[in-house]
């Protein structure tokens, strides 16, 4: 069954209207393009206050941009890209526009 659900997402992929956004890469940015929290583990390290700062990288597939966790915490059906299925992880800026 799993098989053919990926199958049908890249039906819907291939068949959607518009392409994905290009993604911008992990290495080019050191923090949430959103807020601004630093990504870098020398950061953290420089100061033990700053531990709880450390986020996760994440791309949005909306718009493609490098944000943290806490400012991609939704999800959302994107019938334009394909993403129909399932929906898939979208920064804050993209869910509420």
Same mark, same amino acid.
């Given at each position: 069954?799993s098989?053919?659900?990926?199958?049908?997402d890249?039906?819907?992929? =291939?068949q959607?209207p518009?392409?994905?956004?290009?993604?911008?890469?992990f290495?080019e940015v050191t923090?949430?393009?959103h807020?601004?929290?630093?990504?870098?583990?020398?950061?953290?390290?420089?100061?033990?206050h700053?531990?709880?700062r450390? =986020?996760?990288?994440?791309?949005c597939?909306k718009?493609g941009?490098?944000?943290?966790?806490?400012c991609?915490q939704?999800?959302?059906?994107?019938p334009?890209?394909?993403?129909i299925?399932?929906?898939?992880r979208?920064?804050?800026?993209c869910?509420?526009h």
């Amino acid at each position: 069954q799993s098989y053919h659900l990926g199958i049908r997402d890249v039906l819907h992929a =291939r068949q959607a209207p518009t392409q994905p956004p290009p993604w911008v890469a992990f290495n080019e940015v050191t923090e949430c393009m959103h807020c601004h929290t630093n990504f870098a583990w020398n950061s953290a390290l420089a100061n033990e206050h700053s531990v709880h700062r450390m =986020r996760d990288r994440h791309n949005c597939n909306k718009c493609g941009l490098v944000v943290c966790g806490p400012c991609s915490q939704h999800r959302s059906p994107l019938p334009e890209i394909g993403a129909i299925a399932k929906p898939v992880r979208v920064c804050d800026k993209c869910y509420w526009h």
